[in-house]
Nanobody, 114 residues
Framework: QVQLVESGGGLVQPGGSLTLSCEAS????????MAWYRQAPGKQRELVAS??????TRYADSVKGRFTISRDNVKTVYLQMNSLKPEDTALYYC?????????WGQGTQVTVSS
């Protein structure tokens, strides 16, 4: 079993910055794709950013140029969020794909408001 724990969410003003962290633990046997998703009330969960085991990164158009996904090693991933907008408000989930399995964190709330 793999556990993912997110941290770093909170309340921030428009234009502000936050950095989210995700730590994976458990049966971590290799490096695979990790990603950040988010879900706002009344909307479907959407992919924000991903980083493959190769290091290749992808971003949603809505966050491109503002967010940066990175990883320190096999089990830690970050999402640096700059120039935050109210529409970025959502519950942010860490995701890990490992072999044929998918793992999700419990989510961390990001609220962008004046």
């Amino acid at each position: 079993q793999v556990q993912l724990v997110e941290s770093g969410g909170g309340l921030v003003q428009p234009g502000g910055s936050l950095t989210l962290s995700c730590e994976a633990s458990g049966n971590i046997f290799s490096i695979y794709t990790m990603a950040w998703y988010r879900q706002a009330p009344g909307k479907q969960r959407e992919l924000v950013a991903s980083i493959a085991g190769t290091g290749i990164t992808r971003y949603a158009d809505s966050v491109k140029g503002r967010f940066t996904i990175s990883r320190d090693n096999v089990k830690t991933v970050y999402l640096q969020m700059n120039s935050l907008k109210p529409e970025d408000t959502a519950l942010y989930y860490c995701y890990r794909h490992q072999a044929l399995s998918d793992y999700w964190g419990q989510g961390t709330q990001v609220t962008v408001s004046s």
